[in-house]
């Protein structure tokens, strides 16, 4: 029998090779993280440019806000002759998916632009797991720092000629309302910044969690292309918390041991919008049970029949229906 010789740098490369091909961590057609580190994600959902149909009644542009961490945002502004209230607003995702150039929020957030008659400013954080929290609070945090001295510089006509920065107001749905949480902490710690400067935080399906299951995690039935399922859920904690860290941990569970006092936190009056079918039903009303103990201003509507995100992935009559009464709620709420 022929002698046979092996090359080591052979055996190195198709090791490596097949160290690539290894997934840690999965969510079906969302995102797809190797054992190397590298990270896809599908383009589930199509990316558009700012452009709006004229019929919206709202112009949009987009705009850099640090040019080196890559973090834009994209404007929208109804037309109106006086100065309009501002939201800024953090997409859903996970932390780990999701763009402000989404069509799903494009199409969403003008529509709320426009019926609710104020100005929104769609925030493009950084991702887990390459940027983990809390990557995305810093950019939340910059992007507020940011309008600040927008109004100093007039460099954005748009933002200074239409917005009234004396009326800001922090939102987002899923992972991007939690980020508008943390991030309302975070601006409260801040010297130069007053509790006058923000006047409400809208928090629309709040992506929270915790190691002990609540009763909707647990036995909340979802259907098959659900938008958040229990695993899930489970995955995005992973990519996105620090390492070693769990379910309980603060920037998840806001009322876990070791969490900000709900006490201490900035007196924001706080709206939060919670869906009947979603598996974070229980823990958005345990949330406002805990701000209500603490004393807080704080608001909440149960949207009947429908599950996480509706707002932006479900065209069902049903969906469209608790859409315009989402955006009710809302322009109410900033209009007080």
Known sequence: ???????????????????????????DGLIKVYKDGRVERPDIVPRVTCSLHPEFGVTSKDLIIDK???????????????????????????????????????????????????????????LAPENPLPAAYEDGVKAFVWLRQQVLSRDN????SKCNFSSIFLAGDSAGANIAYNVTIRLSRLANLRSSDLKGLILIQPFFG????????KYMVQPPRSALTLAASDTYWRLSL?????RDHPWSNPVAKGAEKLED???VPTMVCISEMDILKDRNLEFCAAMESAGKKVEHVVYKGVGHAFQILNKSSISHTRINELICHIKSFISR
């Open 1 to 27: 029998m022929a002698a046979m010789t092996l090359d080591p740098l052979s055996l190195q490369t198709t090791a490596k090779e097949s160290q690539q091909r290894v997934v840690s961590e999965e969510i």
């Open 68 to 126: 080196y961490t890559n973090i834009w945002a994209r404007l929208y502004v109804p037309n109106s002759r006086e100065k309009l209230p501002l939201m800024v607003y953090f997409h859903g995702g996970g932390f780990c998916v999701g763009s402000a150039s989404w069509s799903c929020y494009h199409e969403f957030l003008a529509k709320l632009s426009a019926k609710a008659n104020c100005a929104i400013l769609s925030v493009n954080y950084r």
């Open 157 to 160: 006509e748009l933002l200074t």
């Open 210 to 217: 915790g190691e002990s299951r609540t009763h909707s995690e």
């Open 242 to 246: 620090p390492a070693g860290a769990n």
């Open 265 to 267: 936190l900035p007196r």
